[in-house]
């Protein structure tokens, strides 16, 4: 039984149809890559499956449990994180509280500082800078905060909304490192990504998504060596 399992999914904003009628699923340990051009529908996909926006029918399947009528923060609590496009972080509060709030859903103290304490030792960063408000932080400091506070949930999966966006090739390369950690230690992600060929790098598989619809998917290493991924996405 697939994790995530997306059937028939629509999405409407008023009269126009954003997304319609896709289906898709994610398997636990997977890293999945959505891909397309801006405007295709990728953000409205994470922000229907977290909970942000209804759908307007299909299902959303999360290990075996219907979520498509849940609210956000009960899906969060049943271990699933998203890290929404441009970071999002509380600009106003430290970095701790940022963190902190990434852990609103559990109950238990001493396993929130002990998952404080790792979050510190993925990213010693977050640890120097704990006290400074986030918004004094850099894009690249900012984006592992988001993903900081996503693991402060505990996540079985991570929906991650373009996490390269703004960043230097430098930190591109050290976020992606990130991500491949996430995975080691257990994570599954569902990954929308600008850089097509950075997130087939790391993917198990991926959809293309063209306007709406599902058009391509496959095995990630056999998109990188397709023809029509090659000449729209990877510029070649």
Sequence with gaps: MAMLEVKDLKVNYGLIQAIKG??????????????????AGKTTILNTVSGVIPSSAGSIVFEGKDITKISGHKIVSMGMA???EGRR?????SVYENLK???YTRK??????????QVYEYFPRLEERKNQPAGTLSGGEQQMLAMGRALMSKPKLILMDEPSMGLSPLLVKEVFSIIKYCHEIGISILLVEQNAKMALGIADRAYVLETGNITLSGKADAML???EVKKAYLGV
């Design 22 to 39: 896709i289906s898709f699923e994610l398997n636990e340990g997977e890293i999945v890559a959505l891909i397309g051009a801006n405007g």
């Design 82 to 84: 998203h890290i929404p």
């Design 225 to 227: 060596e397709n023809d």
């Design 89 to 93: 972080v509380f600009a106003n509060l």
């Design 108 to 117: 238990d103290k001493a396993e929130i500082e002990a998952t404080l304490k």
């Design 101 to 103: 709030m990434g852990a």
